[in-house]
């Protein structure tokens, strides 16, 4: 199995689809890990100046009591269990009381020292479990309040979890709208990929045309990039024409040179007589049967890769069988026609000859009864679509051991008909030019069967 279409279509759409992903995923990652520290710096910026607030609204009376009425200007530190809170506790000797947010309706405890130390600048930061269950980032620091060292510890705790999920939240809707642009995105590439190599599908139907015959070269404007390959094409297609015509003429000088003497040697062993001028008669005659017969390969091998002529089967094989019923009176021939007519890629005259050959041959051997059938059969895959004719006889039929040498140029099985035992090589040697088959079978009234198999078209 190919892990990769063939479609140059596909492949483009599928490479610019994972870099879009890509990129759309990088771009996300990007701007949420940088909308995270931003949030993060702006939160901590925030709890260290409420820290600072705090710290310069607290004092103490000459009794050592904390004092001070801290407005930190957020609503939040009045709302009971917010996540919002702030403290203040004696740190020293002689210092008492203790201040707190009416927010801050329990006891939050802090780790120790040894667990996590303060810096230098006597300040330390950690996070707590809150009062109603959400994780807070605490801000500690410890300050002295005056000359007489007295010292508090003051806390500011800012509701971590909220700042979760107003990240959460930003990482939603900055998905939902990646999401839709990089569809649009996709959307619109593929859209630009399928109009820029709409140019490649104007050259394969021009050159459909071409092989069909019904158009002689690539017409029509390209694009910068593909007019070179159209120019080079046609040139191809001219030259080959040229190459084509040029072997279709010599072959055919050379027919029309030899024509003259085997025709004046047929005529000379005609008037001779005897067995001598018999013998020289029949081997003129069988040059001339050659020479037709490999004039006529030589035309259909120039266009056996070109689909230029059509040619309706069922009015063909209608005119057939009326010419070779009268000229066989005693043999009743039926024939077996599709409703839909079926189009032969090929010219007209070939086909004739290839029924034409199997017919008298069937006819010849019949006892009184010869029958021809035409169907269609669907192409397999990656194949085209094709037909097969059917003629069949109640003769002796044609053993399957010299089934194979009957179809030799020549090879007669039964001395007693007339004949040069040329029709069904000739039949074979059309088929075969032609890409088709030849089989030989037992039919169902007794005789020889023979299935020609050939390309059909639209």
Do not use: C
Request: net charge negative; aromatic share 6%.
């Amino acid at each position: 199995m190919r892990l990769w279409p063939r479609s140059l279509t596909f492949r483009v759409i599928a490479f610019s689809t994972m870099w879009a992903i890509l990129a759309q995923v990088v771009v996300f990652t990007l701007i949420t890990t940088l909308y995270r520290q931003a949030s993060e710096r702006g939160f901590d910026s925030l709890l260290s100046a409420h820290l600072f607030n705090l710290i310069g609204s607290v004092g103490v009376s000459e009794d050592g009591r904390l004092t001070g009425a801290p407005d930190l200007g957020d609503l939040r530190f009045s709302e009971p269990r917010s996540g919002w809170y702030w403290s203040v506790e004696p740190a020293s000797a002689g210092v008492t009381g203790g201040l707190r947010s009416s927010s801050m309706t329990g006891a939050i405890p802090s780790p120790s020292i040894t667990a996590v130390p303060f810096n230098t600048e006597f300040q330390r930061s950690y996070v707590a479990d809150g009062l109603a269950g959400e994780h807070l980032a605490v801000f500690e620091s410890e300050f002295v309040l005056d000359t007489g060292n007295q010292i508090a510890r003051f806390r500011v705790m800012g509701n971590e979890s909220e700042l979760e999920e107003e990240i959460a939240a930003f990482q939603r809707s900055l998905l939902i709208y990646l999401s839709l642009f990089g569809f649009g995105m996709i959307a619109i590439n593929a859209i630009a990929i399928l109009y820029g190599l709409q140019p490649l599908r104007r050259v394969r139907d021009a050159l459909a045309m071409v092989r069909e015959g019904t158009a002689q070269r690539l017409d029509g404007r390209f694009p910068a990039e593909i007019e070179p390959l159209a120019n080079e094409t046609n040139a191809l297609i001219e030259n080959n024409r040229r190459i084509v015509e040029r072997s279709r003429t010599q072959v055919g000088n050379l027919a029309h040179s030899l024509k003259t003497p085997l025709a004046v040697l047929l005529n000379e062993g005609r008037a001779l007589g005897g067995a001598k001028g018999k013998l020289i008669a029949e081997q003129a005659a069988s040059m001339q049967q050659q020479v037709e017969h490999y004039l006529q390969r030589a035309r259909v091998a120039a266009q056996r890769d070109s689909v230029v002529y059509r040619t309706p089967v069922k009015p063909l094989v209608e005119r057939l069988a009326r010419v070779i019923g009268k000229l066989n009176p005693n043999t009743k021939l039926s024939v077996d026609l599709p409703e839909d007519d079926i189009v032969f890629a090929g010219e007209r005259e070939d086909l004739e000859e290839m029924l034409g050959n199997l017919l008298e041959n069937a006819m010849k051997w019949a006892r009184s009864k010869v029958s021809i059938s035409v169907a269609p059969v669907p192409g397999a895959e990656g194949e085209p679509d094709s037909f097969e004719i059917w003629i069949e006889d109640d003769g002796p039929g044609i053993p399957e051991d010299k089934a194979r040498d009957a179809l030799k140029r020549g090879r007669r099985l039964d001395e007693s008909k007339p004949g040069t035992g040329l029709g069904l090589a000739i039949v074979t040697d059309l088929v075969n030019e032609y890409g088709g088959k030849l089989r030989l079978e037992r039919g169902g009234l007794g005789g020889l069967k023979a299935i020609v198999q050939l390309r059909r078209i639209e």
